[in-house]
């Protein structure tokens, strides 16, 4: 058992300020686990989002030191044992209370998305896949939607564009409907328009946080990107279809 | 009420974050990488001499649209595809065959993504790094606004192509010297150009969207079968396209700099020529 040094910010939308801690730190704990011993010990009325204490509910997001992570999934002997180790919540979306923050805009991104249309079923009266056809778009269904990568991403973090990018949750949520072998609807006009395609610059931060490995630039917003390119800038698929009309 | 506690506790303004670690290491190498890349290529290129040797052509000048023999380790006009060095050139700049080539490769590269990531954090500071404050500007339009050309990348591929092709040819050439085959380090050096810039042309994220990545289904027809297959393999170069992007970038730097060292004479080049 060591003494660490902790800084949790602690306000509402209002205002606030840095509370600091020194607690007691067993072997083998997650900064999730300190929280709770700070609240349970020192501060009894922090405030923080958790559930599951696994990496797999997406709840105890938070900002460590200054980066994005899940609470219960950062080890306390990442840092250095003098280390001052400093709590914030979530800088893209609005403070509630301490640690917890108003996320529900993206609830309102989610809606936004035209949802699964499959085509007709088969003769057989069922639908059928191919492994091959699915691997692609599995990766994407282990998000568990921890925002991570939305609370990174700089256009909602710094650039205020919220008006104008739906962030790379959801550009992962409509790569996988777009790719997905049964869907039929076109979402790609709103990829690029509503949805803001051409505001995300690449710069693979959602990627770098993502908890659940997700290849989100690589394998989601470029390979939509692309496919906006092929319908909307490339000139001479623009030809074959005015010519061969599609 | 201060900034500081409006806003949760984050500092704001440019590079201000609490973040801890040396965040600010892979823009500084990305700065001395690519600017050291651009200083050298720009003064290989106005130098229009020295980029021809025995059987080795300099990647910075292949191919050989015009040739001027006058120039000191100028390639024999024979090599030239079209000809003399033209007339009309205008005399304030050195009559340099870069100038004719350069452009596709530089275009390639600065439509990459991954390049446009490394710039963008790097040179632009949008953002310098993760969780770290961009440099302030006006109303962010990302890709949308002047950046919108990033969308011809794939045209860029399509020339990087034509080169790669133009480039093993070059390679293929350097392993003869007046018509007798041989081996020197030269060629060993110019066969490993191409193969390098195959690497990471042909793990392009477009060229992953055209052979394969556009498809939804891949178990349709024999044909999107096949292009599944192709897709996998550029998918596995893909997912180093950052290393193969280094590599090939100092490779072809270094290959036009070997086959100047020999063609002043600086450096005696190995081989079974004698």
């Known amino acids: ?246 | 009420m201060s900034d500081l506690a409006r806003a949760g506790g984050h500092v704001i303004g440019f590079a201000a974050t609490a973040r801890r670690d040396r965040w600010w290491i892979g823009p500084l190498l990305t700065v001395l990488g690519l600017g050291g890349f651009a200083v050298y290529a720009t003064w290989a290129a106005f130098q229009g001499s020295y980029y021809f040797h025995g059987a080795y052509l300099s990647p910075f000048y292949s191919p050989l649209l015009f040739v001027n023999p006058a120039a000191p380790g100028s390639a024999p006009l024979e090599h030239a595809w079209l000809g003399r060095w033209p007339s009309w050139w205008p005399s304030i700049l050195p009559a340099s065959p870069a100038f004719f080539i350069m452009a596709f490769p530089l275009v390639f590269r600065a439509t990459c993504y991954y390049y446009r990531k490394a710039y963008y954090r790097s040179f632009f500071g949008t953002p310098p790094g993760c969780a770290v404050g961009p440099v302030p500007g006006g109303r962010y339009r990302g890709e949308t606004g002047l950046l919108i050309v990033q969308n011809l990348h794939r045209y860029a591929l399509y020339a990087a192509i034509v080169f790669i092709g133009i480039l093993s040819y070059d390679a293929v050439r350097a392993f003869f010297r007046d018509g007798r085959p041989g081996v020197g380090v030269g060629s060993m050096v110019l066969l490993l150009n191409p193969m390098l810039l195959a690497a990471y042309t042909f793990g392009c994220h477009s060229w992953r969207h055209l052979v394969g990545g556009r498809l939804d289904c891949f178990s349709c027809d024999r044909q999107s079968a096949m292009r599944h297959g192709l897709w996998r393999g550029v998918t596995a170069l893909n997912a180093h396209h950052m290393q193969w992007a280094w590599v090939s970038l100092f490779w072809v730097a270094f290959s036009d700099l070997y086959v100047r060292l020999v063609s002043m004479g600086l450096i005696r080049d190995l081989s079974t020529w004698g």
Request: aromatic share 8%; net charge positive; charged share 30%.
């Open chain 1, 1 to 246: 058992m060591s003494e660490r040094a902790f800084r949790i910010w602690r306000g509402t939308a209002a205002g606030g300020e840095f509370g600091e801690h020194r607690i007691d730190v067993d072997e083998g704990m997650v900064v999730l686990d300190v929280l709770h011993r700070i609240q349970a010990k020192q501060a009894n009325d922090l405030a923080i989002r958790w559930n599951c204490k696994a990496g797999k509910c997406g709840s105890c997001s938070m900002e460590i030191n200054g980066r994005p992570r899940l609470a219960c999934m950062t080890r306390m002997n990442l840092f250095a044992d003098r280390e001052t180790i400093t709590v914030q919540p979530l800088k893209a979306f609005p403070v509630i209370r301490d640690l917890v923050t108003d996320v529900s805009w993206n609830f309102e991104q989610n809606k936004r998305i035209p949802p699964f249309r499959p085509g007709p079923k088969g003769s057989d009266g069922q639908y059928r896949m191919h492994q091959k056809d699915v691997d692609r778009v599995q990766e994407f269904r282990k998000c568990i939607e921890c925002y991570l990568c939305q609370d990174v991403c700089h256009v909602l973090r710094d650039q205020s564009r919220k008006d104008a990018f739906v962030g790379p949750r959801f550009m992962i949520r409509l790569a996988s409907l777009e790719m997905h072998p049964l869907d039929t609807a076109d979402r790609i006009p709103a990829v690029r328009k509503e949805f803001g395609s051409g505001f995300c610059n690449i710069t693979r931060c959602c990627t770098e946080v993502c908890p659940e490995h997700i290849e989100i630039t690589d394998n989601g917003i470029i390979p939509l990107k692309e496919r906006v390119v092929d319908r909307f800038y490339d000139p001479l698929l623009w030809l074959g279809r005015k010519i061969f009309g599609r």
